[in-house]
């Protein structure tokens, strides 16, 4: 199955684990190699529909898990 996240829950539906996972990462880095900055404001997106369904989780984990690791490679 695609690493991709399961919603509301925000796990992949391949991993199990909380999306997105390394394959997920290295797919999306592959995806928007030549536009890093479109890749941020898709992470952004997902984020904030992540931040709605999820609720109580706070907002700096939700960046750090969904957009952080895409700014400084
Ligand atoms: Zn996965």
């Given amino acids: ?8 829950t925000w796990r992949c539906q ?5 999306w997105p996972c390394s394959a997920a990462k290295l ?4 995806d928007y190699r030549d536009d890093r900055s479109a890749l941020l404001d898709h992470l952004a ?3 904030d529909e992540a931040a709605v369904q ?6 700096v984990n939700l960046g750090d898990r969904f957009v952080t690791w895409a700014q400084f490679r």
């Fill in 14 to 18: 391949s991993c199990g684990i909380a």
């Fill in 45 to 47: 997106a997902l984020r």
């Fill in 27 to 30: 797919r999306l880095l592959a």
């Fill in 54 to 59: 999820l609720g109580d989780e706070p907002a």
């Fill in 1 to 8: 199955m695609p690493h991709l996240a399961t919603r509301p």
